[in-house]
């Protein structure tokens, strides 16, 4: 099956600085790759998600890259700001197969 | 429009007894599944049904089980409690369609079982 690692575990970055969260997975099948920012006492919340047709993906600070062949994605926030202090994990999905892997999480800490 | 909504938000349970746990999805949503979230095993993948049948499983035992009603409100149940089921529960919707589309998740259901 699936498996995806999720590196760093946690990242503290000063505000205003950028951050970037990396992940490797290891089915060529999988084709969706979402992350989720999960705050204390709350269920994940979809923040970018990025598909295999496409290598970037950008919505305001938040962008997504994708590497097909190396089979890794990576999260950047730019411009951090104390908001996005929270667990940020990423996924892989195939549509057939189509529950969602998570990685371990990344706990991000802005240091005002 | 009315996230997902589960019920109850907390929940203690003694080991032995079962439980039985409630997701309302997102209205037009058709698809629910559960995840279960601990601190060492992270987020895992439970089942999910879409128009009552369960579509997908994951690798937990027997013990955990679903169902969907026609409505699409989706409820499942862990038997003989051990204490390692201690977690929190995590429903998600989504549409089904030709590609895989977002899921949006509830807050949750924190079971604790002593």
């Known amino acids: 099956g699936e498996n995806v690692e999720q590196h760093p575990s946690t990242l503290s970055v000063q505000e205003g600085d950028s951050a970037v969260i990396k992940c490797t997975y290891s089915?060529?099948?999988?084709?969706?790759f979402p992350w989720y920012k999960q705050e204390l006492g709350k269920g994940p919340q979809l923040i970018i998600d990025i598909r295999s047709n496409v290598g970037e993906k950008k919505d305001q600070r938040i962008a997504v890259t994708l590497n097909k062949t190396a089979k890794h994605f990576s999260l950047h926030i730019t411009e951090t700001q104390p908001e996005d202090s929270a667990v940020y994990f990423c996924?892989?999905?195939?549509?057939?197969?189509?529950?969602?892997?998570f990685g371990t999480g990344t706990r991000l800490t802005i240091i005002p | 429009k009315a996230g997902v909504t589960q019920t109850p938000r907390y929940l203690i349970k003694t080991r032995g007894q079962q439980v039985t746990l409630s997701c309302s999805p997102i209205s037009g949503h058709r698809s629910v599944s559960w995840y279960q979230q601990t601190p060492g095993q992270g987020l895992q993948f439970l089942f999910e049904y879409f128009s009552e049948t369960q579509r997908n499983k994951g690798n937990f035992p027997g013990r955990f089980s679903g169902r969907q009603f026609s409505n699409s409100r989706s409820e499942m149940n862990v038997s003989t409690l051990e204490l390692g089921d201690s977690a929190l529960y995590l429903c998600?919707?989504?549409?089904?369609?030709?590609?895989?589309?977002?899921?949006?998740f509830g807050p949750g259901t924190r079971l604790t079982v002593l």
């Open positions: 996924a892989a999905a195939n549509f057939g197969n189509e529950k969602l892997t």
């Open positions: 998600a919707s989504r549409h089904w369609g030709p590609s895989y589309n977002e899921q949006f």
């Open positions: 089915d060529s099948a999988s084709n969706y």
